[in-house]
């Protein structure tokens, strides 16, 4: 498994507490970058610009990727557009929703 594909496995064990359901499924993780020197850049989004979870998410998300030993800096960069819809949800998070 590459660093990568550890980052977005570590990353399912980082939910959302309102839906309970992990920001991979939720489709808020929008891009994952590994540099060569095993910097993480993660892209992600919210459901609503407004979350009151905005601080724990994200800093949930922080400290999954930060877990994985291989890492170096993890930066955590937050955007709005585009924005969150559920059909960025995988299969997996859709079956969870009940959909």
């Known amino acids: ?10 990353l399912k ?9 992990n920001v991979v ?3 808020l993780i929008y891009n994952v ?3 060569e020197e095993k910097n993480v850049d993660v892209t992600m989004t919210l459901t609503t610009p407004g979350c009151p979870l905005h601080d724990s998410i994200t ?6 990727v930060q877990g994985i030993e ?6 955590v960069n937050l955007v709005w557009e585009p924005a969150w819809s559920p059909d ?7 079956r969870l929703l009940g959909r």
């Open 59 to 64: 800093t949930g998300v922080r400290y999954a």
């Open 25 to 27: 499924d939720l489709g």
């Open 88 to 94: 960025k949800m995988t299969p997996e998070g859709l």
């Open 1 to 10: 498994m590459n660093l990568k594909e550890k980052v977005l496995e570590a």
């Open 70 to 75: 291989e890492t170096k800096n993890v930066e």
């Open 33 to 35: 970058e590994v540099t």
């Open 13 to 21: 064990s980082v939910y959302d507490p309102e839906l309970n359901i």
